[in-house]
């Protein structure tokens, strides 16, 4: 995610500068900032989301099929917090990660509409746009 980000805010601003008629010089270091910004945001919340609120696996029967020793065949499972106070912290935790990537993909989408005119020869953003779009399902679907 923070690649795909980095890789649209360099085409958006070698098309922004281009457009100035300035000349376009763009660094490894200039890619590198957003993309290790975003990164350690996500270590960050992730590594808060595992060590305050563990979450355990709870696996249980769906139906009344057993296979010939006597075990179910068909499970469910599903992680929870390994405390029942903790559920409200997950939640927090969790809904933040999704307001920083919300964010972020909102920030790409922009990206790749201002920058969805430029020459084919160097035209990445209508498949940015539809990996954007497929992410953007993936949340829906996650919520």
């Known amino acids: 995610f923070s690649s795909l980000f980095s890789k649209t805010r360099r085409i958006y601003h070698v098309m922004d500068l281009s457009r100035q008629t ?7 270091v200039d890619v590198m900032k957003p993309f290790f910004f975003l990164l350690t945001i996500q270590i960050i919340i992730l590594t808060l989301e595992t060590t305050i609120t563990p979450l355990k696996y709870m696996k249980h029967p769906v139906g009344s099929s057993v296979d010939q020793f006597g075990r179910h065949t068909s499970h469910q499972g599903f992680c929870i917090p390994k405390n029942d106070n903790d559920l409200a912290l997950t939640i927090t ?7 920083f990537n919300t964010i972020a993909l909102l920030i790409m989408i922009y990206y790749a509409y201002c920058s969805r005119n430029i020459s084919t020869e160097y035209s990445e953003s209508k498949w940015i746009a539809l990996m954007l779009f497929f992410i953007f399902q993936l949340y829906m679907v996650k919520i």
């Open 93 to 99: 935790l969790a809904s933040l990660r999704l307001f």
């Open 22 to 28: 300035r000349r376009v010089v763009i660094r490894p």
